[in-house]
């Protein structure tokens, strides 16, 4: 018999954000393969889980990977962590993932925290699309160049950054993009956890404490028609009929979402919006 491979998420801060089911297979598994063991002790000491811990970082991964599913094929079960949140988004995780999947042997998610749903289930989306970047670029000039690749996007963009770099990310995009919808959610779940959503400039000026600690997740909400306001339905059509990037339909379905008003009203005023276009 092989044994199972546990994917088990860990808190992001608040150590009461383990599930019971993940306390139970931490405690019942031969061994945790975790980021860092020194961190992933203090969790297990307040649960009272003695599970021996291996190293599983970055750096390591392909060569513990392959130990690792030796293990499983010889009937030991394992749980993978991370130092927080979900293991295999923005952590250490996936080599190990493919390699057991690649031998046959079982791959369990065991799902709980993650910075990413955290800050998404206080954004207040009004439509479920939005798109997950991971980390941007650390150095400034690949940074903007990949920012020039996401400008079309119409989803509100979410993505982690390191506090050191936070305000350099904003500036940029501020510089690109001009002065979008954003949040910042700082810290979640700790005790100086920190949320503020308005724009890039305010964000960067005065709503919350770009210390140089903490850590981040950022969403920034593409740009409705510029200058027109948020509400001009006529603006934003032809914003979007500028743009190109979607079509008539598309857009009135993402407007009647965002603007909480009915398609049929705002699709007899993007028939006309876009005659205009034709007849210029
Ligand atoms: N796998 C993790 C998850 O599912 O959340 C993310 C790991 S990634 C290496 C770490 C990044 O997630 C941090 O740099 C930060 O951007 C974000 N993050 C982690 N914990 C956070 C928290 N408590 N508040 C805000 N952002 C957090």
């Not at 690749?149 to 510089?175: F, G, H, N, Q």
């Amino acid at each position: 018999m092989t044994g199972t491979l546990y994917i088990v998420a860990t808190p992001i801060g608040n150590l009461e954000d383990l599930t019971f089911r993940a306390a139970r297979i931490l405690a019942e598994v031969n061994v945790i393969a975790a980021e860092d063991t020194r961190h992933s002790r203090n969790l297990l000491r307040h649960y009272g889980i003695s599970t021996p811990l291996i190293s599983y970082y970055r750096e390591r991964e392909n060569s513990r990977a392959k130990e690792l599913v030796a293990r499983l094929l010889a009937g030991e079960s394992i749980a993978i962590v991370s130092d927080a949140g979900t293991p295999g988004i923005a952590d250490p995780g996936a080599a190990l993932v493919r390699k057991a999947r690649a031998a046959g042997i079982a791959v369990v998610p065991i799902p709980g925290a993650s910075a990413l749903t955290a800050a998404v289930s206080v954004a207040g989306f009004t439509s479920s699309e939005f798109l997950f970047l991971g980390f941007p670029p650390a150095k400034s000039g690949s940074r903007r160049k990949w920012l020039e690749t996401l400008t079309i996007y119409p989803w509100p963009l979410v993505m982690y950054e390191s506090p050191r770099r936070v305000a350099d990310l904003l500036t940029d995009m501020l510089k690109l993009w001009g002065d979008r919808p954003a949040m910042l959610a700082r810290e979640l779940t700790k005790t100086f956890e920190e949320t503020a959503q308005s724009t890039l400039s305010s964000l960067l000026g005065h709503d919350i404490t770009l210390a140089q600690r903490g850590e981040y997740v950022v969403i920034v909400w593409p740009m409705v028609a510029p200058d027109k306001g948020g509400d001009d339905v006529d603006g934003l059509l032809r914003w979007y009929r500028d743009q190109g990037e979607v079509s008539l339909k598309d857009a009135c379905h993402r407007l009647a979402a965002d603007l909480n008003l009915p398609r049929t009203e705002i699709y007899q005023r993007a028939l006309t919006i876009w005659r205009e276009k034709d007849d210029l």
